[in-house]
């Protein structure tokens, strides 16, 4: 069986409700296969703002209007020094105008926060509200 991509088109409003169940089923399954094997989605792209080459402060992808925001917090001390210890993930469907949590939504967390051993391995991750 041949692979279906991602098709921002579907499913329509035209389409019979099966159709659009299985357009549906199809997009998440691509959506999914694309995280896995490349952590971001195909069509968005990827751009860098802020703090230093090596240490940024924010990853930005882009698809048209749409962009969503990673804001990273860098550690400095101990196991930290050099990791991430903080992301905090926003969406913007207005090119970056203003820029909302992208919060679940039982609990509007939108900020992970790792932790990490004296060795600099992670231990522990925590999803809060506080960037």
Not at 24 to 32: D, L, S
């Amino acid at each position: 069986m041949a692979y279906t991509p991602f098709n921002a088109a579907f499913p329509t409003v035209a389409q019979t409700r099966q159709a659009a169940v299985d357009a549906m089923r199809t997009n998440i399954q691509a959506m999914r296969d694309c995280l896995v094997g490349t952590g971001i989605v195909q069509g968005f792209n990827y751009s860098v703002s802020g703090g230093t080459a090596s240490q940024p402060a924010l990853l930005l992808y882009k698809r048209g209007a749409e962009w969503i925001k990673v804001a990273l917090t860098w550690g400095s001390t101990g196991g930290e020094d050099g990791n991430v210890t903080k992301m905090a993930f926003y969406y913007s469907s207005d090119s970056g105008s203003n820029y909302y949590g992208m919060a679940d939504v039982t609990n509007g967390y939108y900020v992970c926060t790792i932790a990490y051993d004296a060795d600099g391995n992670v231990t522990t991750t925590a999803w809060g509200l506080t960037p």
